[in-house]
């Protein structure tokens, strides 16, 4: 699915034609699919206005007015029958049902990137609430709405939550002011608080493993340190040197290469299409010799917000790799083996890295750096792949099918499907 | 009186001026041999005039009396006998005065070695004596230079020092900077804190306010719109809220926590297992390692029959039930005894660690000393045999190759084959030549042969007929002596002999027939029996050895051919 201004357009995955065609009031700020695929929901954040459609019957119609309240966030519940809707400054989380038609109310919820969280399996959710400056995490069970524990969370300023993947632990972690984590149980129990220092600016990202072992935490001082689910302490920290020394890493740099117009190329391509090939040019991937060194950028000292620190970290769905991207060197991507706890690979780009992704079902890394290639790699090697198009095509950002097979890649205005063959055996 | 502490050095060329005097003295009173005297006094003495005013100086022709006779004394004193004559009187006696002189001579010449001697001493010690001076300057030169280096070291130290100190002062001027630095950090933290905080308090106030006036406006906006109730994702109904379904949750809730912690002690549990099993195989391998080390335990004190006793009651726990007892003391008993299998395993190796160090440092276990020497000659020897090996084999290749090669290539071959062929031929013609010879000689002796052969047979002819013609008179003498019947047997005997002779000549036809006979086929094979080589060798002389019939047979055939 994909929105066009105030249009909904949905396609098929695999031969991109339209399916449905939705018509909405305003101009679609964020839309979202039900956890069945059978909705979606799109929010008009100006208007405070949630329209759901539906694929079953498209002249089925639903409309959630916030009214005067305001809207900033929506998201489904994982049930996929629900709407949580966040108004405006953060008053309420109103909670709507399209079963009942009831509104249940969360008050106080706090104002941060990541407020609400949900567990993998959908049973509970996790609310961060502020109340007399201090912050609080209040859990639900989805099926009831039902509060099953409250509890105050010993942050100066919670900044986010994250379920691990068994849903049995909640990390709690506070403002980059100060490093802290906490660590609570499903009851509400405090497990474990991890401060790794004081003072310096402290956790940037955070990323569970697949199977809830790890808990890898970057921080702002270019270094990733992972803690253990048995004992919750540090078992190693993995630094982000801008020079690269360990003969056992493998560096791949980006590199252009000349563009080569092929003879066969020339006798019918139409104008256009040898233009653009000409323009673009084409990157391989070469392997340097260590040592290695990076391109630092040492940010500004007086903006806040620096771009410094591990800003992206993403473990791979085989819980094998662990791929990192320190924002001091935007550069290159970080892959770290995760059962030597060593690094593993470096990628390194021309272009600044905006996003990356793996793969749900394999060890595949996807990543885009704003120019119109996307970049593959593989623990078998690394490939850069240009995309097909006339014309500038910058990726921002990649998504990848639950299956594998197929991504999205999405510029601006554009998006394309880029599907991946799987090897004949 | 000319005073005498100064004469000593001058004793001798006074006594010879003495003497002269004393001879002059004498010459008038005694008989002395005048010749010796002056020989004696014309001995060459460097003395020179002065000597002579010296002479004088001490004994003048007024006190020789005195002169003497202080001379005496002198001598005397110094143990020599008196010069005076054994009576008393002014009689010198010279032999006396001569031995006297003698002595003083000597004792001259000892004196002079002496001094050359003292003299010689002094020059050493003053040489000596230079050196060690110049030992000494030196010295204390080094000294002095030395004592300016230590004081230049310890002005070197000393600014060392200081600036050690003054980099500690700034170090911990630092620290106490970071210190306050740090303490100024916390304090505005907890002020941004407090005014977040109150900012936050504000906001809330304004939230609420806004809340309420949102809350109290039309509430009918805010309003869901669904075209009709959707089902619930799972198909049930929706439930009221009750307290029963609190406790549900609650429940699920403890499930679930529980069902995560069953799983991981699950894990635990199995990595436990795995972990003391491996435990025990490394114990186990630790011990077999370890040399066996039965006495220990006896020997220590009370500790030993209790530590023996754990260690059993260890090994009955080795058994396999083993990982199912997951006992605090137990744990801490495996875990104990690995520590000190272990250890002793550490020493052991620390102790064969400190052989081998020994070893090669050469001091003890001369046995592996040596044999490792002998295996590194060895292995030289070795290495040098191989060296010596692979060349041989490398030439050999070589020559294998020539050889190999040659054949490839055609005129060589060619000529190889007629270098062979000529040798075989010239070997042939050797050997023809040879036979050609031994063919000549042969043909020679045949013929010298056939030459006797027919000689033979004219003689034998000859003799027939001188035979026949004796016969003939015997005959005729018989007859006419038939008459006489008394030679009866004469005839017999001679008819005998003639006989004989008849025989002889018929065996000899007879073995010549055979010959004939056998001679047809005889020329034209070579191949001949023994039995005609034997009778060939009966009848004619060869030469030649039985190797090469052939000439004999020829021999015969020509023989025969001639007869």
Same mark, same amino acid.
């Given at each position: 699915?994909?929105?066009?201004?105030?249009?909904?357009?949905?396609?098929?995955?695999?031969?991109?034609?339209?399916?449905?065609?939705?018509?909405?009031?305003?101009?679609?700020?964020?839309?979202?699919?039900?956890?069945?695929?059978?909705?979606?929901?799109?929010?008009?954040?100006?208007?405070?206005?949630?329209?759901?459609?539906?694929?079953?019957?498209?002249?089925?119609?639903?409309? %959630?007015?916030?009214?005067?309240?305001?809207?900033?966030?929506?998201?489904?519940? $994982?049930?996929?029958?629900? %709407?949580?809707?966040?108004?405006?400054?953060?008053?309420?989380?109103?909670?709507?049902?399209?079963?009942?038609?009831?509104?249940?109310?969360?008050?106080?919820?706090?104002?941060?990137?990541?407020?609400?969280?949900?567990?993998?399996?959908?049973?509970?959710?996790?609310?961060?609430?502020?109340?007399?400056?201090?912050? #609080? *995490?209040?859990?639900?069970?989805?099926?009831?709405?039902?509060?099953?524990?409250?509890?105050?969370?010993?942050?100066?300023?919670?900044?986010?939550?994250?379920?691990?993947?068994?849903?049995?632990?909640?990390?709690?972690?506070?403002?980059?002011?100060?490093?802290? *984590?906490?660590?609570?149980?499903?009851?509400?129990?405090?497990?474990?608080?991890?401060?790794?220092?004081?003072?310096?600016?402290?956790?940037?990202? *955070?990323?569970?493993? $697949?199977?809830?072992?790890?808990?890898? *935490?970057?921080?702002?001082?270019?270094?990733?340190?992972?803690?253990?689910?048995?004992?919750?302490?540090?078992?190693?920290? #993995?630094?982000?040197?801008?020079?690269?020394?360990?003969?056992?890493?493998?560096?791949?740099?980006?590199?252009?290469?000349?563009?080569?117009?092929?003879?066969?190329?020339?006798?019918?391509?139409?104008?256009?299409?040898?233009?653009?090939?000409?323009?673009?040019?084409?990157?391989?991937?070469?392997?340097?010799?260590? $040592?290695?060194?990076?391109?630092?950028?040492?940010?500004?000292?007086?903006?806040?917000?620096?771009?410094?620190?591990?800003?992206?970290?993403?473990?791979? $769905?085989?819980?094998?790799?662990?791929?990192?991207?320190?924002?001091?060197?935007?550069?290159?991507?970080?892959?770290?083996?995760?059962?030597?706890?060593?690094?593993?690979?470096?990628?390194?780009?021309?272009?600044?890295?905006?996003?990356?992704?793996?793969?749900?079902?394999?060890?595949?890394?996807?990543?885009?750096?704003?120019?119109?290639?996307?970049?593959?790699?593989?623990?078998?090697?690394?490939?850069?792949?240009?995309?097909?198009?006339?014309?500038? #095509?910058?990726?921002?950002?990649?998504?990848?099918?639950?299956?594998?097979?197929?991504?999205?890649?999405?510029?601006?205005?554009?998006?394309?499907?880029?599907?991946?063959?799987?090897?004949?055996? | 009186?000319?005073?005498?502490?100064?004469?000593?050095?001058?004793?001798?060329?006074?006594?010879?001026?003495?003497?002269?005097?004393?001879?002059?003295?004498? @010459?008038?009173?005694?008989?002395?041999?005048?010749?010796?005297?002056?020989?004696?006094? &014309?001995?060459?003495?460097?003395?020179?005039?002065?000597?002579?005013?010296?002479?004088?100086?001490?004994?003048?022709?007024?006190?020789?009396?005195?002169?003497?006779?202080?001379?005496?004394?002198?001598?005397?004193?110094?143990?020599?006998?008196?010069?005076?004559?054994?009576?008393?009187?002014?009689?010198?006696?010279?032999?006396?005065?001569?031995?006297?002189?003698?002595?003083?001579?000597?004792?001259?010449?000892?004196?002079?070695?002496?001094?050359?001697?003292?003299?010689?001493?002094?020059?050493?010690?003053?040489?000596?004596?230079?050196?060690?001076?110049?030992?000494?300057?030196?010295? +204390?030169?080094?000294?002095?230079?030395?004592?300016?280096?230590?004081?230049?070291?310890?002005?070197?130290?000393?600014?060392?020092?200081? +600036?050690?100190?003054?980099?500690?002062?700034?170090? +911990?001027?630092?620290?106490?900077?970071?210190?306050?630095?740090?303490?100024?950090?916390?304090?505005?933290?907890?002020?941004?804190?407090?005014?977040?905080?109150?900012?936050?308090?504000?906001?809330?106030?304004?939230?609420?306010?806004?809340?309420?006036?949102?809350?109290?406006?039309?509430?009918?906006?805010?309003?869901?719109?669904?075209?009709?109730?959707?089902?619930?994702?799972?198909?049930?109904?929706?439930?009221?809220?009750?307290?029963?379904?609190?406790?549900?949750?609650?429940?699920?809730?403890?499930?679930?926590?529980?069902?995560?912690?069953?799983?991981?002690?699950?894990?635990?549990?199995?990595?436990?297992?795995?972990?003391?099993?491996?435990?025990?195989?490394?114990?186990?391998?630790?011990?077999?390692?370890?040399?066996?080390? +039965?006495?220990?335990?006896?020997?220590?004190?009370?500790?030993?029959?209790?530590?023996?006793?754990?260690?059993?009651?260890?090994?009955?726990?080795?058994?396999?039930?083993?990982?199912?007892?997951?006992?605090?003391?137990?744990?801490?008993?495996?875990?104990?005894?690995?520590?000190?299998?272990?250890?002793?395993?550490?020493?052991?190796?620390?102790?064969?660690?400190?052989?081998?160090?020994?070893?090669?440092?050469?001091?003890?276990?001369?046995?592996?000393?040596?044999?490792?020497?002998?295996?590194?000659?060895?292995?030289?020897?070795?290495?040098?045999?191989?060296?010596?090996?692979?060349?041989?084999?490398?030439?050999?290749?070589?020559?294998?190759?020539?050889?190999?090669? @040659?054949?490839?290539?055609?005129?060589?071959?060619?000529?190889?084959?007629?270098?062979?062929?000529?040798?075989?031929?010239?070997?042939?013609?050797?050997?023809?030549?040879?036979?050609?010879?031994?063919?000549?000689?042969?043909?020679?002796?045949?013929?010298?042969?056939?030459?006797?052969?027919?000689?033979?047979?004219?003689?034998?002819?000859?003799?027939?007929?001188?035979?026949?013609?004796?016969?003939?008179?015997?005959?005729? @003498?018989?007859?006419?002596?038939?008459?006489?019947?008394?030679?009866?047997?004469?005839?017999?005997?001679?008819?005998?002999?003639?006989?004989?002779?008849? &025989?002889?000549?018929?065996?000899?036809?007879?073995? &010549?027939?055979?010959?004939?006979?056998?001679?047809?086929?005889?020329?034209?094979?070579?191949?001949?029996?023994?039995?005609?080589?034997?009778?060939?060798?009966?009848?004619?002389?060869?030469?030649?050895?039985?190797?090469?019939?052939?000439?004999?047979?020829?021999?015969?055939?020509?023989?025969?051919?001639?007869?």
């Amino acid at each position: 699915a994909s929105c066009v201004q105030y249009r909904l357009v949905v396609r098929d995955v695999n031969t991109l034609r339209i399916l449905q065609l939705y018509t909405c009031l305003d101009q679609i700020q964020h839309i979202e699919w039900s956890s069945d695929s059978l909705f979606i929901l799109c929010a008009m954040y100006k208007r405070g206005i949630v329209q759901v459609w539906s694929l079953e019957q498209p002249d089925w119609h639903c409309k %959630i007015d916030e009214g005067s309240a305001g809207l900033v966030a929506s998201c489904w519940s $994982p049930d996929g029958r629900h %709407i949580l809707n966040t108004t405006e400054f953060h008053l309420r989380i109103t909670v709507w049902s399209l079963c009942t038609k009831s509104v249940s109310y969360i008050k106080y919820p706090k104002a941060c990137q990541q407020g609400i969280a949900f567990t993998k399996d959908g049973r509970y959710m996790a609310v961060a609430e502020r109340r007399d400056c201090k912050d #609080f *995490i209040s859990i639900f069970v989805c099926s009831d709405w039902q509060l099953l524990r409250h509890f105050d969370a010993e942050t100066q300023d919670l900044f986010g939550i994250e379920w691990a993947p068994n849903g049995c632990v909640l990390a709690v972690w506070d403002t980059c002011l100060e490093y802290k *984590i906490l660590l609570y149980s499903l009851d509400g129990r405090l497990l474990s608080t991890y401060r790794a220092y004081e003072w310096s600016l402290g956790i940037k990202s *955070i990323a569970w493993s $697949p199977s809830s072992q790890f808990l890898a *935490i970057g921080s702002y001082d270019e270094k990733v340190r992972i803690l253990n689910h048995v004992t919750w302490k540090k078992i190693t920290e #993995f630094e982000h040197p801008a020079t690269i020394a360990n003969a056992k890493t493998i560096v791949y740099k980006e590199v252009e290469k000349s563009p080569s117009v092929e003879t066969e190329r020339l006798s019918f391509p139409p104008t256009r299409a040898l233009a653009s090939s000409l323009f673009s040019t084409q990157s391989k991937y070469d392997i340097s010799q260590v $040592p290695v060194s990076l391109q630092y950028i040492k940010p500004v000292a007086d903006r806040a917000n620096p771009k410094m620190g591990i800003g992206m970290l993403a473990f791979s $769905p085989d819980n094998c790799f662990l791929a990192t991207k320190n924002d001091n060197i935007p550069n290159a991507v970080w892959i770290w083996d995760v059962q030597k706890l060593k690094l593993f690979v470096v990628l390194e780009q021309l272009c600044a890295i905006q996003s990356f992704q793996w793969d749900p079902r394999q060890p595949r890394l996807a990543v885009c750096t704003g120019n119109s290639k996307v970049y593959l790699w593989s623990p078998a090697g690394c490939v850069s792949v240009q995309v097909p198009m006339e014309g500038d #095509f910058q990726i921002v950002s990649l998504s990848w099918h639950s299956s594998g097979d197929s991504m999205a890649l999405l510029s601006k205005d554009n998006f394309c499907v880029c599907y991946l063959e799987r090897e004949e055996v | 009186f000319v005073a005498m502490g100064d004469w000593k050095t001058l004793t001798v060329p006074v006594l010879s001026s003495d003497s002269k005097n004393i001879f002059q003295y004498t @010459s008038e009173k005694k008989v002395s041999p005048p010749s010796m005297n002056s020989q004696v006094l &014309r001995l060459p003495l460097p003395s020179s005039k002065s000597m002579h005013s010296f002479f004088s100086a001490f004994c003048t022709e007024e006190n020789i009396e005195q002169s003497i006779s202080y001379l005496n004394r002198e001598l005397t004193t110094l143990g020599f006998p008196s010069i005076y004559a054994e009576s008393k009187g002014k009689e010198l006696n010279l032999i006396s005065i001569i031995n006297c002189m003698n002595e003083l001579l000597v004792l001259q010449h000892k004196n002079l070695r002496a001094q050359e001697e003292v003299e010689m001493q002094h020059l050493k010690l003053g040489s000596d004596m230079d050196h060690l001076q110049n030992c000494y300057a030196k010295l +204390k030169e080094q000294l002095e230079l030395s004592k300016r280096e230590i004081v230049g070291l310890q002005e070197r130290d000393r600014q060392l020092q200081s +600036k050690n100190r003054n980099l500690h002062q700034l170090l +911990k001027n630092e620290k106490d900077e970071v210190q306050k630095l740090q303490n100024i950090i916390s304090s505005r933290a907890t002020q941004y804190n407090h005014d977040m905080k109150r900012k936050e308090r504000e906001y809330n106030k304004l939230k609420e306010r806004l809340h309420q006036l949102v809350m109290n406006k039309k509430d009918k906006k805010i309003a869901m719109e669904v075209l009709n109730y959707v089902g619930r994702a799972d198909g049930k109904r929706g439930a009221w809220r009750t307290d029963k379904t609190e406790a549900r949750n609650e429940e699920e809730m403890y499930k679930v926590l529980l069902s995560d912690y069953e799983q991981r002690q699950k894990q635990l549990l199995v990595e436990n297992a795995e972990l003391k099993k491996v435990l025990q195989q490394m114990k186990k391998e630790i011990i077999s390692l370890l040399p066996p080390q +039965k006495q220990k335990p006896k020997e220590r004190s009370e500790d030993g029959p209790v530590l023996s006793d754990l260690e059993e009651d260890i090994g009955e726990l080795n058994k396999e039930n083993m990982w199912e007892l997951s006992c605090e003391t137990v744990r801490e008993q495996l875990t104990n005894s690995i520590r000190k299998q272990w250890r002793m395993l550490k020493n052991h190796v620390e102790r064969l660690d400190n052989q081998v160090s020994r070893v090669h440092s050469g001091a003890l276990n001369e046995k592996d000393v040596i044999s490792r020497e002998d295996h590194e000659l060895e292995t030289e020897k070795l290495e040098l045999e191989i060296q010596q090996c692979k060349e041989m084999i490398k030439t050999q290749q070589q020559l294998l190759q020539q050889q190999l090669m @040659s054949p490839c290539d055609d005129d060589t071959t060619l000529l190889l084959q007629d270098c062979y062929l000529l040798e075989e031929r010239e070997r042939l013609q050797e050997e023809w030549r040879l036979f050609r010879e031994q063919k000549k000689n042969f043909e020679k002796e045949r013929r010298s042969f056939t030459e006797a052969a027919i000689r033979l047979g004219l003689e034998r002819k000859a003799f027939e007929e001188d035979r026949g013609a004796w016969l003939k008179q015997q005959f005729l @003498s018989m007859c006419t002596d038939y008459k006489h019947s008394e030679n009866v047997t004469t005839p017999s005997a001679f008819l005998g002999s003639s006989d004989q002779d008849n &025989r002889l000549v018929k065996s000899t036809s007879q073995q &010549r027939k055979p010959h004939c006979m056998l001679s047809g086929p005889v020329s034209a094979e070579p191949c001949q029996t023994s039995q005609h080589i034997t009778c060939n060798s009966s009848s004619a002389a060869s030469k030649k050895p039985a190797g090469d019939s052939k000439p004999n047979q020829w021999v015969e055939s020509d023989k025969e051919e001639t007869e």
